[in-house]
Nanobody, 130 residues
Framework: EVQLVESGGGLVQAGGSLRLSCAASGFTFDDYAIGWFRQAPGKEREGVSCISSSDGSTYYADSVKGRFTISSDNAKNTVYLQMNSLKPEDTAVYYC???????????????????????WGQGTLVTVSS
């Protein structure tokens, strides 16, 4: 069974840090890419960052560049999202998704709707207080 499980969300003050984890199982991790997305109340789900498990290439949305870092531990089939200098506008439910590198990057970049992706985790809530 293909499964993604996010963890690491919580409540943090503005300027603080959190590290999210996305643990994958049920598929060949090295063949896919993992993307992080977020959805704030009343807003559409948006792409945050992604990483290709095979070559480590990464992509970041402009809103998080310089503050968030994505990384992958292929031995643990886990992708991390280190979030620093958090802002209240980063408050959202964060989801990870898996697909081919091209599909993930296209969706994270906003060229293709997130509805195109089929494999999602359950989400983890990040709340940044001002």
């Amino acid at each position: 069974e293909v499964q993604l499980v996010e963890s690491g969300g919580g409540l943090v003050q503005a300027g603080g840090s959190l590290r999210l984890s996305c643990a994958a199982s049920g598929f060949t991790f090295d063949d896919y890419a993992i993307g992080w997305f977020r959805q704030a109340p009343g807003k559409e789900r948006e792409g945050v960052s992604c990483i290709s498990s095979s070559d480590g290439s990464t992509y970041y949305a402009d809103s998080v560049k310089g503050r968030f870092t994505i990384s992958s531990d292929n031995a643990k089939n886990t992708v991390y999202l280190q979030m620093n200098s958090l802002k209240p506008e980063d408050t959202a439910v964060y989801y990870c998704a898996a697909d081919t590198p091209l599909s993930i990057r296209t969706v994270v970049a906003g060229t293709l709707s997130y509805r195109y992706l089929e494999v999602w985790g359950q989400g983890t809530l990040v709340t940044v207080s001002s």
